[in-house]
């Protein structure tokens, strides 16, 4: 049977509204940001990660993406949160089928290779992830852009691992530890932020979005394992990124 949604002309991004019809809201993402017109806001408290390092961690390639799902008790605080603790649940990567375009997010209408997604719920008022996903303040993603650069050694750990889900809906366990702390900025996180949705169907409008201002560093080399994945109808698994939608009535916030 046909997926009931992809990023394929005839699946894509511009039809799922009629499968998902919260995908037409006003409360969508990904966006654009625009740098030099969002307001700057003050958070009582710094937006921190308190990161551990994950065993036995294991990868999917879900024919979407390649996604990490995490066991232990990793949580996100601060910035728009306040003193809520986000739980993560899992991470993900968006990319493109060369260097100029992959990201979801756009930084001043300029596309970066990839975009790294911590998804964290909040765990101390839903009783599940599939409840806090519907829920308007239930999720908070973090989004890490990569630019091309030197080659990031944390990064290299999953390459590593994604040549060994190669196919679509294969899955495999880490057998070194995972330093999820390496993968984002150290001590405070400076960042944008406002009101989104998941950037899937069924693109529930349940994300509090944090944007970080520091990006991960990714060699071409390492790209070229993001885009050796393999999709769902045998397709090299490439540009599963959601373009950029209208904010509508909403304001992109910058932290600092
Ligand atoms: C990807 O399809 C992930 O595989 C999904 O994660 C994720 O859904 C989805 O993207 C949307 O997340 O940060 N881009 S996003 O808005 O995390 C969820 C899993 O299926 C609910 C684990
Ligand atoms: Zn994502």
């Given at each position: 049977?046909?997926?009931?949604?992809?990023?394929?002309?005839?699946?894509?991004?511009?039809?799922?509204?009629?499968?998902?019809?919260?995908?037409?809201?006003?409360r969508?993402s990904p966006v654009n940001i625009d740098s030099k017109t969002c307001k700057s806001h003050t958070f009582?408290?710094p937006l921190?990660?308190?990161?551990?390092?994950?065993?036995?961690?294991?990868?999917?390639?879900?024919?979407?993406?390649?996604?990490?799902?995490?066991?232990?008790?990793?949580?996100i605080?601060g910035g728009p949160l306040?003193?809520?603790?986000?739980?993560?649940?899992?991470?993900?990567?968006?990319?493109?089928?060369?260097?100029?375009?992959?990201s979801e997010h756009t930084i001043d209408n300029k596309s970066y290779?990839?975009e790294l997604h911590l998804?964290?719920?909040?765990?101390?008022?839903?009783?599940?992830?599939?409840?806090?996903?519907?829920?308007?303040?239930?999720?908070s993603v973090l989004g890490i852009l990569?630019?091309?650069?030197?080659?990031?050694?944390?990064?290299?750990?999953?390459?590593?691992?994604?040549?060994?889900?190669?196919?679509?809906?294969?899955?495999?366990?880490?057998?070194?530890?995972?330093?999820?702390?390496?993968?984002v900025p150290?001590?405070s996180i400076k960042f944008f932020t406002y009101p989104g949705s998941?950037t899937?169907?069924?693109?529930?409008?349940?994300v509090t979005w944090l944007v970080s201002k520091e990006m991960?560093?990714?060699?071409?080399?390492?790209?070229?394992?993001?885009?050796?994945?393999?999709?769902?109808?045998?397709?090299?698994?490439?540009?599963?990124?959601?373009?950029v939608l209208?904010l509508?009535?909403r304001s992109v916030c910058s932290c600092d």
């Amino acid at each position: 049977a046909a997926a009931t949604w992809g990023y394929d002309k005839g699946n894509g991004p511009s039809v799922w509204y009629k499968n998902f019809p919260k995908a037409g809201g006003n409360r969508q993402s990904p966006v654009n940001i625009d740098s030099k017109t969002c307001k700057s806001h003050t958070f009582s408290h710094p937006l921190k990660a308190n990161y551990s390092s994950e065993a036995n961690m294991e990868v999917t390639n879900n024919g979407f993406t390649f996604v990490a799902t995490i066991k232990g008790e990793n949580t996100i605080s601060g910035g728009p949160l306040e003193t809520t603790p986000y739980k993560l649940h899992s991470f993900h990567f968006h990319w493109g089928s060369d260097d100029s375009h992959g990201s979801e997010h756009t930084i001043d209408n300029k596309s970066y290779p990839a975009e790294l997604h911590l998804v964290h719920w909040n765990y101390q008022k839903y009783p599940d992830f599939a409840e806090a996903a519907a829920a308007e303040d239930g999720l908070s993603v973090l989004g890490i852009l990569l630019k091309v650069g030197e080659a990031n050694p944390v990064l290299q750990a999953l390459c590593d691992a994604m040549d060994k889900v190669q196919a679509c809906d294969s899955k495999h366990t880490l057998d070194q530890a995972f330093d999820l702390a390496s993968l984002v900025p150290e001590d405070s996180i400076k960042f944008f932020t406002y009101p989104g949705s998941l950037t899937t169907p069924p693109c529930h409008e349940s994300v509090t979005w944090l944007v970080s201002k520091e990006m991960l560093s990714c060699s071409k080399e390492q790209l070229s394992h993001f885009r050796a994945l393999i999709g769902k109808n045998t397709a090299p698994l490439v540009n599963n990124y959601r373009p950029v939608l209208a904010l509508c009535n909403r304001s992109v916030c910058s932290c600092d």
